[in-house]
C-alpha cells in the first residue's frame, strides 16, 4: 500500500469527530490549497517569509481594464513561477475584471503525476 500525502486542510478547521485539525490527503486538492494561499497572501502578511504571496486582493480597487487585467495575469504567473516552480506547471493564467470582482482561471499540470488540472477563484471586496 502506498504512503499517504498528509497535510492540513486550508482554510484550517477542525474535524469534531476527531477532535483534530483536519488534514488533506489528496495532492490534487493540496495543491489547489497552496494555489489559493499564494494568491490570497498578501506580500509582507507572512512574518517569516515576507515576500511570500501574490497580493491580488489588491487589485479588486484597480480600474476595470485590460492594463489591469494584463497586469493580474502577468503578476500571478510571476508569483507561482517564484514559489510553486517544483509543484505545478501552468499552462494557461486568465484574469476577467467584473464589477468588484476579479475571476481568475488557472489551467495547470502537477508536476509529480502530470495531471492537468483547473482553479477557478473568485476574489471580491
Excluded: W
Excluded at 479588486?60 to 505545478?88: D, G, K, R
Excluded at 484574469?95 to 471580491?124: A, D, M, P, Q, W
Amino acid at each position: 500500500m502506498a504512503d499517504l500525502m498528509r497535510s492540513l486542510a486550508y482554510p484550517l478547521r477542525v474535524d469534531r469527530g476527531l477532535a483534530e485539525m483536519r488534514q488533506e490527503t489528496d495532492a490534487g486538492r493540496h495543491v489547489d490549497q497552496m494555489l489559493r494561499q499564494l494568491l490570497l497572501t498578501d506580500p509582507g502578511e507572512r512574518v517569516c517569509r515576507p515576500e511570500f504571496g501574490c497580493g491580488i486582493r489588491r487589485m479588486v480597487f484597480a480600474p476595470l481594464n485590460e492594463s489591469a487585467a494584463s497586469l493580474a495575469q502577468v503578476t500571478i504567473l510571476t508569483a507561482i513561477e517564484t514559489f510553486l516552480p517544483t509543484v505545478v506547471e501552468t499552462d494557461k493564467v486568465e484574469v476577467k475584471f467584473r464589477s468588484e470582482t476579479i475571476e481568475i482561471l488557472i489551467v495547470y499540470r502537477l508536476k509529480t503525476s502530470g495531471e492537468r488540472r483547473l482553479l477557478n477563484l473568485e476574489v471580491g471586496v
